[in-house]
């Protein structure tokens, strides 16, 4: 029998290439989700009928510079395009862009979809008038999977999530 080549596995018929992980590293895996966390590519600000609509596909929790208290982010990766923040200005990110969703009030039940990363579709509907100056945003949302409890999140600084990639720190509009 001949010694077969590199990467290559020897029958008695036949040689037959041998794959290595680099070889599937490098194909698309096609059926599988990438489970890392991206980058943010925008923020999302609530505007009169208008939305977003994807696939949740993490969370983490950073400390808001004015109140010292802990924040939700949900991160969203977009199935259209959509209205985002940033630099402080509004532009249009793509299909499969990556939106940043800090959770307020009305928006707590995101965090049902996290776990089992369920389709959303999020239309901000009107904001009213809570008193002392303040507002608060209205929202449908409607969801497409079987919600459950969120998993515990990243508790990253400002800092660490600018220096880890997820977010830039003048980027957080919070």
Not at 7 to 13: A, G, L
Not at 62 to 86: E, F, P, Q
Request: one cysteine or more; a positive charge; glycine letters at 8%.
């Amino acid at each position: 029998m001949v010694a077969a080549a590199k990467n290559e596995k020897s029958t008695d018929n036949a040689v037959t290439k041998v794959r290595t992980f680099a070889d599937i590293s490098s194909d698309k895996l096609e059926g599988y989700e990438q489970d890392d966390q991206p980058s943010i590519d925008g923020w999302y600000k609530p505007v009169a009928s208008d939305g977003f609509y994807g696939r949740i596909i993490g969370h983490f929790q950073v400390k808001d510079k004015k109140s010292g208290n802990m924040r939700d982010v949900v991160i969203v990766r977009l199935g259209v395009a959509c209205n985002a923040i940033v630099d402080k200005k509004t532009v249009l990110l793509n299909e499969g862009q990556v939106l940043g969703v800090s959770i307020r009030h009305k928006l707590l039940p995101l965090m049902e979809h996290i776990t089992n990363k369920n389709v959303v579709h999020v239309t901000a509907t009107e904001q009213k008038s809570i008193g002392s100056g303040q507002t608060m945003w209205e929202f449908k949302i409607k969801s497409k999977g079987v919600k459950a409890p969120p998993p515990a999140p990243r508790q990253l600084t400002h800092e660490q999530a600018a220096a880890g990639g997820v977010v830039g720190d003048d980027d957080i509009p919070f």
